[in-house]
């Protein structure tokens, strides 16, 4: 079974940064890791993914030069460095498993709880 639990939201300021992260368990036949946000009364987004085979990430275009995702073995974590950081990045944000050996992957089949992210103006 696969388990994700996210950490390291937080109230700040635009300009400021944070850093998410993600603990993993049961991680056997992962292929990918993303990270997405959900703003109110939104639709859920992509944010970043990295391919754990060839250690590629993919962002999309609102964050690139801003955010980096990584994956640290030692201690089974994903993080997400987000600098300077925009009212309009507001949303919870979740890491999530992508089981489909494709890249940019397709789908992801396993979901975090989230973590709330506030930005103010």
């Known amino acids: 079974q696969v388990q994700l639990v996210e950490s390291g939201g937080g109230l700040v300021q635009a300009g400021g940064s944070l850093r998410l992260s993600c603990i993993v368990s049961?991680?056997?036949?992962?292929?990918?890791m993303g990270w997405f946000c959900q703003a109110p009364g939104k639709e859920r987004e992509f944010v970043a993914s990295?391919?754990?085979?060839?250690?590629?990430?993919y962002y999309a275009d609102s964050v690139k030069g801003r955010f980096t995702i990584s994956r640290n073995n030692a201690n089974n974590t994903v993080y997400l460095q987000m600098n300077s950081l925009k009212p309009e990045d507001t949303a919870v944000y979740y890491c999530?498993?992508?089981?489909?050996?494709?890249?940019?992957?397709?789908?992801?089949?396993?979901w975090g709880q989230g973590t709330q992210v506030t930005v103010s103006s």
């Open positions: 999530a498993v992508g089981s489909i050996a494709s890249w940019p992957p397709s789908a992801y089949n396993y």
């Open positions: 049961g991680r056997t036949g992962i292929f990918a």
């Open positions: 990295i391919d754990w085979t060839g250690w590629r990430t």
